[in-house]
Nanobody, 122 residues
Framework: QVQLVESGGGLVQPGGSLRLSCAASRLGIRIYTMGWYRQAPGKQRELVAAITSDGSTNYADSVKGRFTISRDNAQNTVFLQMNSLNPEDTAVYYC????????????????WGQGTQVTVSS
């Protein structure tokens, strides 16, 4: 079955950087909108960044100028470069692949990874 596997999370000090990767298997991501979401304890999951099949990007206001999303379709991988991290960035980060928006608001294909923990602390 389709798998999205995140990696690159960990513990980092405030002001530090991390690069998350999401590798897709049994899924050609070329036509998919790929996104990174995060969920902090006691909070709802929120969109961090997304990149469409044509390379358009959008970011949450809280990460603009600090995070960069990119994709390598040949490697079936999407990345999230995170700089100037602060404790508010602490969360589990999830990779998402979706395609085919329906009239119901759902997607004909919508896949999630298991998540990777990012902890920003001194």
């Amino acid at each position: 079955q389709v798998q999205l596997v995140e990696s690159g999370g960990g513990l980092v000090q405030p002001g530090g950087s991390l690069r998350l990767s999401c590798a897709a298997s049994r899924l050609g991501i070329r036509i998919y909108t790929m996104g990174w979401y995060r969920q902090a304890p006691g909070k709802q999951r929120e969109l961090v960044a997304a990149i469409t099949s044509d390379g358009s990007t959008n970011y949450a206001d809280s990460v603009k100028g600090r995070f960069t999303i990119s994709r390598d379709n040949a490697q079936n991988t999407v990345f999230l470069q995170m700089n100037s991290l602060n404790p508010e960035d602490t969360a589990v980060y999830y990779c998402n692949a979706r395609f085919g928006l329906l009239s119901t608001g759902r997607y004909s294909a919508d896949y999630w990874g298991q998540g990777t923990q990012v902890t920003v602390s001194s």
